[in-house]
């Protein structure tokens, strides 16, 4: 059966705890190890190896087209893509200090 989507809405909720001046961080999971030296391919991301096999990028990106561009390099080096997560910021914590 064919489904008709033209009557749903996209909603857009505006997050109070995001600062609109801060980049959104992301955490993208691609299945496979990726070796720490792809970082400056992917812009300075952090790479987690996890044990299951799988790997964390995890950085700040400006905007989507930000997004969509590690997106895009994870596409072009082969490696499935698993998962991509908006992290929010825990305001119960202190910032981390800068490196």
Not at 20 to 40: C, E, F, M, N
Not at 78 to 99: C, K, M, Q
Request: zero cysteines; a neutral charge; hydrophobic letters at 35%.
């Amino acid at each position: 059966m064919l489904r008709h989507f033209r009557d749903r809405t996209m909603s857009y909720t505006r997050h109070p705890q995001r600062d609109p001046d801060q980049p959104t961080v992301y955490q993208i999971r691609i299945k496979g190890h990726l070796s720490p030296q792809w970082a400056a391919w992917f812009d300075g991301m952090t790479i987690t190896l996890e044990a299951n096999g799988d790997t964390l990028l995890t950085g700040p990106m400006i905007d989507q087209s930000a997004l969509y561009g590690v997106i895009r390099r994870v596409r072009d080096i082969g490696l499935p893509l698993l998962s991509v997560t908006r992290i929010t910021p825990n305001h119960d914590e202190p910032p981390a200090a800068a490196e």
